[in-house]
Nanobody, 121 residues
């Protein structure tokens, strides 16, 4: 019910646009978030956006480089990732939930399959 895509292999400094399309019950969730997990590391919060008013939230590590935005008519949320660094290499997951202040991901009840982002130095 969450379909994420847009990952790929890019050089440091490059950009990608990830997208996540919701369907079914996930459409009713007020929060869409992006998380990532690098090999050997725990999952970490990246960004989130509220469906109701468009408010956005970012991890400090991506502020100024990543932008989350949405097209409600398409039930799609995007993550524009710029100025990529090798440390951004991870599988990126989109998720749907109802609590924007949850940065652990524990209250998100729908998850996409993940899309791989690899940044070469």
């Amino acid at each position: 019910q969450l379909q994420a895509c847009g990952g790929g292999l890019v050089q440091a400094g490059g950009s990608l646009r990830l997208s996540c399309t919701a369907s079914g019950r996930t459409v009713s969730r007020n929060v869409m978030g992006w998380f990532r997990q690098a090999p050997g590391k725990e999952r970490e919060f990246v960004a989130a956006i509220l469906r109701s008013n468009g408010a956005t939230y970012y991890a400090d590590s991506v502020k100024g480089r990543f932008t989350i935005f949405r097209e409600n008519a398409k039930n799609t949320v995007y993550l524009q990732v710029n100025s990529l660094e090798p440390e951004d290499t991870a599988v990126y997951y989109c998720a749907a939930g109802n609590y924007a202040n949850d940065r652990s991901g524990r209250t998100y009840d729908y998850w996409g399959q993940g899309t791989q982002v690899t940044v070469s130095s």
